[in-house]
């Protein structure tokens, strides 16, 4: 099954100006009886919503944390605003580096947070991984392991199956143990001896094969090739490093158990040491100085701050150095003084429309008059992608912060050139598609399902708009649902819709990417049936599989725009654009950086400086 997990905790958009640009509908909401209807078309406001509730029963609401392994029930440090002077006027809290983020942590435990969790950020900062990937793009840089093992310096084996991660000496712990081969191989040994279900520790289970230590070196051997192990694999939280001296003398690991310390304390060799988390409040991080590699120069607070609009007020007001930032925020701050808007490069999560080509008789909406195979003809899924309005969904819900995507690769990963093909609107293209699939005459009426109240439920309305302009026969009902509601129904085989939408999994590497959404016998083409739609599943199945274990990065490339020709000439998802990583934050921040393939926010806040 497909994991259902969102890559990250949808942000809530505020879509007047999308609707009142581009589309003519309004949003459906939850009858009286709790079931969901189809919106109609009239537009009306979307309000934001936000849970501030805090997470889980892991921790009492006041608990604290120490690097020590202690529990920490001291007040917490003074965070009372002070102020120096600055170039933009005065600096607030020097020393402090202030970020407001929109939501927190379900675990801090590299062991049980999930991909593209809240969590992930604060690992980033505290432990270490094997390997990183560098601030300037895909390249990695060397972490815990003194090189990144490749065929040349001879860590990674000619047969492609055993990497060899030579060990940093004098690398030590917050809580002052050492680091040692031995306690990389027991830190990764104990994410796949909980394999806990919300964890992330299949993506090292389905890949290796065995771990070991030879003098400090730590080996591992895979099942197969893969040439995504590095990017996607040793750089996941999941990955990370952390001291066995304070897991042993604190619950130990217990196959299937959470680790009720680890959940809420951290011990690791990163740049900052967890000093207290107030639930709710928020997470304190101070300079680990005993930091092996360059030391970071702020102390780190990270406020809980949902309301979208204190977080635009606090920036303004010079309480946040950074808040977490969506293109609704772009109005409001640009040009505020002492404020800049960060706008980076693209991330790896193309907002998509599923396209199921195994509807099952009977489990269609009862307004719905397609066809069990109305998906297995090209020219209708040409069509789709032909019709849809890319310019009115990126300037309006992306707030022009967007670009169309290639089939499928993203800006930023592993292949991705601009000359790529991608598609642009052309309705007289979009006619002659429908003509030729025979449903220009008689029309369709097809159900979208898709989240309510952000930027996957507009792409569904433009969608609708954009389909009935092109043909007024052509009827697009749009259900959009509660979060936990999309998510139950988008889990299910068979899938009882013809479509929906939302954004893709973050992958750091284009082979995860393809596997899971082109792959005819991946999660979604076995679930969508893509096997029933390509012209030649063979070829793409072959060319994937090629591609997922091939070393020469040059041949991988070659592959994979290959691939981007096939898909665009035979689509199984409609692409409605990549939006741009953004951050608000204040002008006296200095080497401010952002990169897409980091755990959300995306930023680092050891190379920051005020």
Same mark, same amino acid.
């Given at each position: 099954?497909?994991?259902?997990?969102?890559?990250?905790?949808?942000?809530?958009?505020?879509?007047?100006?999308?609707?009142?640009?581009?589309?003519?509908?309004?949003?459906?909401?939850?009858?009286?009886?709790?079931?969901?209807?189809?919106?109609?078309?009239?537009?009306?406001?979307?309000?934001?919503?936000?849970?501030?509730?805090?997470?889980?029963?892991?921790?009492?609401?006041?608990?604290?944390?120490?690097?020590?392994?202690?529990?920490?029930?001291?007040?917490?440090?003074?965070?009372?605003?002070?102020?120096?002077?600055?170039?933009?006027?005065?600096?607030?809290?020097?020393?402090?580096?202030?970020?407001?983020?929109?939501?927190?942590?379900?675990?801090?435990?590299?062991?049980?947070?999930?991909?593209?969790?809240?969590? *992930?950020?604060?690992?980033?900062?505290?432990?270490?991984?094997?390997?990183?990937?560098?601030?300037?793009?895909?390249?990695?840089?060397?972490?815990?392991?003194?090189?990144?093992?490749?065929?040349?310096?001879?860590?990674?084996?000619?047969?492609?199956?055993?990497?060899?991660?030579?060990?940093?000496?004098?690398?030590?712990?917050?809580?002052?143990?050492?680091?040692?081969?031995?306690?990389?191989?027991?830190?990764?040994?104990?994410?796949?001896?909980?394999?806990?279900? *919300?964890?992330?520790?299949?993506?090292?289970?389905?890949?290796?094969?065995?771990?070991?230590?030879?003098?400090?070196?730590?080996?591992?051997?895979?099942?197969?090739?893969?040439?995504?192990?590095?990017?996607?694999?040793?750089?996941?939280?999941?990955?990370?490093?952390?001291?066995?001296?304070?897991?042993?003398?604190?619950?130990?690991?217990?196959?299937?158990?959470?680790?009720?310390?680890?959940?809420?304390?951290?011990?690791?060799?990163?740049?900052?040491?967890?000093?207290?988390?107030?639930?709710?409040?928020?997470?304190?991080?101070?300079?680990?100085?005993?930091?092996?590699?360059?030391?970071?120069?702020?102390?780190?607070?990270?406020?809980?701050?949902?309301?979208?609009?204190?977080?635009?007020?606090?920036?303004?007001?010079?309480?946040?150095?950074?808040?977490?930032?969506?293109?609704?925020?772009?109005?409001?701050?640009?040009?505020?003084?002492?404020?800049?808007?960060?706008?980076?490069?693209?991330?790896?999560?193309?907002?998509?429309?599923?396209?199921?080509?195994?509807?099952?008789?009977?489990?269609?909406?009862?307004?719905?008059?397609?066809?069990?195979?109305?998906?297995?003809?090209?020219?209708?899924?040409?069509?789709?992608?032909?019709?849809?309005?890319?310019?009115?969904?990126?300037?309006?819900?992306?707030?022009?912060?967007?670009?169309?995507?290639?089939?499928?690769?993203?800006?930023?990963?592993?292949?991705?050139?601009?000359?790529?093909?991608?598609?642009?609107?052309?309705?007289?293209?979009?006619?002659?598609?429908?003509?030729?699939?025979?449903?220009?005459?008689?029309?369709?009426?097809?159900?979208? &399902?898709?989240?309510?109240?952000?930027?996957?439920?507009?792409?569904?309305?433009?969608?609708?708009?954009?389909?009935?302009?092109?043909?007024?026969?052509?009827?697009?009902?749009? &259900?959009?649902?509660?979060?936990?509601?999309?998510?139950?129904?988008?889990?299910?085989?068979?899938?009882?819709?013809?479509?929906?939408?939302?954004?893709?999994?973050?992958?750091?590497?284009?082979?995860?990417?393809?596997?899971?959404?082109?792959?005819?016998?991946?999660?979604?083409?076995?679930?969508?049936?893509?096997?029933?739609?390509?012209?030649?599943?063979?070829?793409?199945?072959? &060319?994937?599989?090629?591609?997922?274990?091939?070393?020469?990065?040059?041949?991988?490339?070659?592959?994979?725009? *290959?691939?981007?020709?096939?898909?665009?000439?035979?689509?199984?998802?409609?692409?409605?654009?990549?939006?741009?990583?953004?951050?608000?934050?204040?002008?006296?921040?200095?080497?401010?950086?952002?990169?897409?393939?980091?755990?959300?926010?995306?930023?680092?806040?050891?190379?920051?400086?005020?």
């Amino acid at each position: 099954m497909p994991n259902v997990d969102r890559p990250r905790t949808l942000r809530v958009w505020i879509l007047m100006v999308v609707l009142v640009m581009v589309v003519a509908a309004c949003t459906g909401g939850e009858t009286t009886d709790g079931d969901t209807e189809p919106v109609d078309t009239d537009p009306v406001d979307t309000e934001a919503a936000s849970d501030t509730s805090a997470p889980g029963d892991t921790a009492a609401p006041d608990e604290t944390s120490a690097p020590d392994g202690t529990a920490d029930t001291s007040a917490p440090a003074d965070t009372s605003e002070t102020t120096v002077p600055g170039e933009t006027g005065e600096v607030s809290n020097p020393g402090l580096y202030v970020h407001a983020a929109d939501d927190e942590p379900l675990s801090l435990d590299p062991a049980q947070v999930a991909a593209g969790e809240a969590g *992930e950020t604060v690992i980033a900062q505290v432990y270490d991984r094997l390997v990183e990937i560098g601030p300037g793009g895909p390249e990695l840089i060397p972490g815990l392991s003194s090189e990144v093992p490749t065929v040349e310096n001879g860590l990674i084996s000619e047969d492609g199956l055993t990497y060899t991660f030579p060990i940093r000496e004098g690398v030590v712990f917050h809580d002052g143990s050492e680091l040692t081969a031995e306690v990389v191989k027991f830190s990764w040994d104990r994410a796949l001896t909980m394999a806990l279900p *919300e964890g992330n520790s299949s993506i090292i289970s389905d890949l290796v094969e065995s771990t070991e230590v030879d003098d400090n070196n730590f080996v591992v051997t895979l099942q197969e090739r893969n040439a995504a192990f590095l990017n996607s694999v040793v750089t996941a939280a999941v990955a990370s490093i952390l001291s066995q001296q304070a897991v042993e003398e604190n619950g130990g690991v217990e196959a299937g158990l959470v680790n009720e310390f680890m959940t809420s304390n951290m011990v690791g060799t990163g740049p900052y040491t967890l000093t207290a988390w107030n639930r709710g409040e928020n997470l304190q991080m101070e300079v680990f100085e005993d930091y092996w590699g360059e030391p970071a120069t702020l102390d780190v607070r990270i406020d809980q701050v949902a309301d979208t609009d204190v977080r635009a007020l606090g920036l303004q007001a010079g309480d946040y150095d950074s808040i977490e930032t969506d293109p609704t925020f772009i109005g409001d701050l640009e040009g505020a003084e002492g404020v800049e808007i960060y706008s980076g490069d693209f991330l790896l999560e193309p907002v998509h429309m599923g396209m199921n080509m195994n509807i099952q008789e009977g489990l269609l909406p009862p307004e719905d008059t397609i066809p069990p195979d109305f998906f297995h003809d090209v020219n209708v899924r040409r069509g789709f992608n032909l019709a849809f309005d890319y310019q009115a969904f990126i300037d309006g819900a992306l707030a022009g912060l967007g670009g169309v995507v290639p089939h499928y690769l993203p800006q930023g990963m592993l292949g991705y050139d601009e000359s790529l093909p991608t598609y642009q609107r052309d309705l007289a293209a979009a006619e002659e598609a429908f003509r030729e699939a025979g449903y220009w005459d008689e029309g369709f009426t097809m159900t979208v &399902l898709a989240e309510e109240g952000g930027i996957f439920e507009v792409a569904a309305l433009v969608l609708a708009d954009s389909m009935n302009e092109l043909n007024p026969a052509f009827q697009i009902q749009v &259900l959009a649902v509660v979060e936990a509601q999309f998510d139950s129904a988008h889990a299910e085989d068979p899938f009882a819709y013809a479509a929906w939408i939302k954004n893709s999994d973050p992958f750091a590497d284009p082979a995860a990417l393809m596997s899971a959404y082109i792959h005819p016998d991946g999660d979604w083409g076995t679930v969508h049936g893509f096997d029933q739609a390509y012209a030649d599943s063979d070829q793409i199945a072959s &060319l994937v599989d090629e591609a997922a274990v091939e070393l020469d990065t040059d041949r991988r490339i070659e592959i994979y725009q *290959e691939l981007a020709q096939l898909l665009y000439d035979d689509p199984v998802w409609l692409i409605p654009g990549n939006e741009r990583a953004l951050m608000a934050h204040r002008t006296w921040i200095q080497n401010f950086d952002m990169n897409p393939l980091w755990p959300r926010p995306s930023i680092k806040f050891v190379y920051f400086d005020k």
